[in-house]
């Protein structure tokens, strides 16, 4: 795919530029954009109008057309974040780590850009513009790769934004939006590792899959979020149940929501009671649970296994009971996305061991998973929470789309 | 394979114990292996004397017998390394950084172990202990595959330091040596993505390439060393020759040594007279040049151009002369490997744009490129050497085998 290819090219050029761009250059080019974008909310609108039409001609849900829904407000808030962004700190050239050798040799670590990333989303056409200011405030390349319900939108937001800020000097090429929504683009794009550093994917866990299958390149990703509540036998149980209520219910659907609930033995019998008050109380759907659990609760439903791993994004929690701490760390490591879990208990000595056997990005004690986020954990921006180890864990901000390099000054030194 | 997947699983198992023991615990365990490689010194050139006998009857190389090799000396070498890897301080548990919340909710990053380590190298039977103590000092559990010639030396070795440090306390599964060196092994231990959490292959640019190809597996590697000199027009000529002659002629088949020379147009009459004495001095066995250069230089010969990507691993080098800064930096980041690269000049503006503009892990203003070496840059020990920009980029010390997760301390907070 040559046209595909010259893309790339032009993306790794413009990288070499952006690096070195200033953050006075950058945050220029993220002013022009959010400008453009409000002065050309009519044609966004319109565009997204075709969208939405035909969205809802091919069937989409309430709540995908919903997602995939613009107005003046939106629009006006896209162009806020971008706002937002020249305000937060620029992750590059920061120094690291310095070190002098003996002769003379100063060895600094400094942060630099990743290079070229390539973003990969679904329906949302705000998610064009946050990727693309997080990724150049960053001094990276981006190559955006929209879904196909959000097409018409995405190519309008991207016209827009590109041009406007080209006019104000960004290079050509940093930003570039693939105007092709078929799967051999994608999969081409995916074997581009000569030109592009990361991937990036942003959606559900069947297009995550797909992506991680057919790059050659890099990615970092989270394929699900199922996050548990551990209730220890020495837990307040009116925090527990605050903690619980957050996880399950204020937004079911998101990646740090909770899935299940695992209950030390000796405090279910005061636990499950005041649980299953809040259960009805809410209005919970279904509660998947184990044997023990089931003969403590009429409402419950006997879980099959491979209910441990799922992530429901919606009122329905699996819920055990276990004998021990370690009963409970271990039914995480073995069923859990790596993702975020916690521990409600008054003993530090279990916390500690909860938080430190625990194998998840993020492991809190005394407080809701739904914290892990981003703007929560003060990044000031996220591009991503990934549940991988490597290059970033967690909630990705700014600083987890630079990498570094080494800058070496020397007045002749040679090695002995 | 039924056997494979058993020694990941016990890998696994045992490292969310390595992530919690203690540095004593650790640096016992090393101790134990040190003493029992000594005791056993006789059985392991036993084993040795084998794959030597193996070897020369296949016709390997004498330097790829050299580099198989063992002897007292060496057995006591491998003993040496293990005990002063003890001395380096324990990566894991550090603090990274700290936030507070205004709801009181304290976020802590702190590093960690990565997990499981998959160790793949070839012929230096040394490879076996430093990689299980490299990755074991961190808290990684590491499975490791050697080269089959020298099958019985890794055999031998791993037997004796994996009995004595589990007699000394170590988790069984935290070193695992495969018996067995077929492609099929490796291509499916290259699968275990359920268990593996990193990849480290050391070896030649086949093996390496055989590995990204097959991996499931994040893998940090680097394929070539294709080390640039660029000889600024405001360059010191003696400082010019000495980084030369470091860079070329003291160790030519490691990766931080040179293989093209890049020379500044208006400095070219001046220094490359000098630059063919020390070549004739030296006993250079080969100068490919381009056009320009050999014009001045009667030895060289025609460079073809894909040679400007060689490692020639020999005392073979790449000239050209070029009319800017700007092209030296353009032909690195073409043509280079992202490994070191080195620009001498008086000119501090000029070294600034070149250390900003090349896109290499390391790279150094008026000194050598073969500082490029985790124990030269203060790392204690170096498990290798990465050209990748995600996780490590450049030499990697016990540091970059770990990874962080996040402790967040509560008193109850939830999310509004």
Aim: charged share 25%; proline share 3%; aromatic share 6%.
């Amino acid at each position: 795919m040559p046209e595909l290819e010259n893309i790339c090219r032009k993306a790794r050029k413009s990288a070499l530029l952006l690096a070195c761009a200033s953050s006075a250059d950058k945050n220029q080019w993220l002013l022009a954009m959010a400008k453009a974008l409000e002065e050309n909310t009519a044609t966004i609108l319109a565009a997204n109008r075709i969208d939405l039409e035909k969205g809802a001609a091919k069937g989409l849900s309430g709540a995908m057309l919903d997602r995939l829904r613009l107005d003046e407000k939106r629009v006006k808030g896209m162009a806020d974040a971008l706002r937002y962004v020249t305000t937060l700190p620029d992750p590059v050239g920061e120094e690291l780590s310095s070190f002098t050798r003996e002769d003379g040799l100063l060895i600094k670590k400094v942060s630099v850009p990743v290079g070229v990333m390539g973003f990969i989303y679904e329906s949302r056409p705000n998610v064009t513009t946050d990727a693309a200011s997080l990724c150049l405030k960053s001094g990276n390349a981006v190559i955006l790769r929209g879904g196909s319900e959000a097409f018409a939108s995405n190519c309008a937001i991207g016209d827009i934004v590109i041009a406007a800020a080209e006019k104000a000097g960004m290079p050509e090429g940093a930003v570039t939006l693939i105007r092709d929504t078929s799967h051999e683009t994608v999969n081409a794009l995916l074997k581009m590792d000569q030109y592009i550093d990361l991937i990036i994917p942003r959606g559900g866990e069947r297009l995550i899959r797909t992506v991680v299958k057919e790059s050659t390149i890099p990615v970092i990703k989270h394929y699900k979020g199922v996050c548990h509540l551990y209730v220890d036998k020495e837990a307040d149980i009116p925090m527990a149940l605050a903690i619980l209520e957050n996880g399950k219910f204020q937004r079911p659907g998101v990646c740090n929501a909770l899935e299940t609930i695992l209950i030390h033995e000796d405090i279910a019998s005061q636990f499950v009671p005041e649980m299953k008050k809040l259960f009805a109380e809410k209005g919970l759907k279904k509660v998947y649970g184990s044997e023990k659990y089931c003969s403590m609760d009429e409402n419950a439903q006997m879980i099959p296994e491979e209910n441990y791993s799922n992530e429901y994004l919606d009122t329905i929690i699996s819920a055990k009971i276990v004998s021990s701490a370690e009963e409970a760390v271990d039914h995480i490591n073995f069923y859990g996305s790596g993702h975020s879990d916690s521990i409600v208990t008054a003993n530090g000595r279990t916390a500690e061991y909860f938080q430190n056997y625990v194998d998840s990005a993020t492991v809190y004690w005394n407080a809701s998973t739904r914290f892990t986020d981003g703007g929560e954990f003060g990044m000031g921006a996220e591009i991503g929470i990934s549940t991988d180890k490597l290059h970033a864990r967690g909630p990705m901000g700014l600083k987890e789309l630079t990498t570094y390099k080494y800058k070496i000054y020397g007045n002749g030194q040679i090695r002995k």
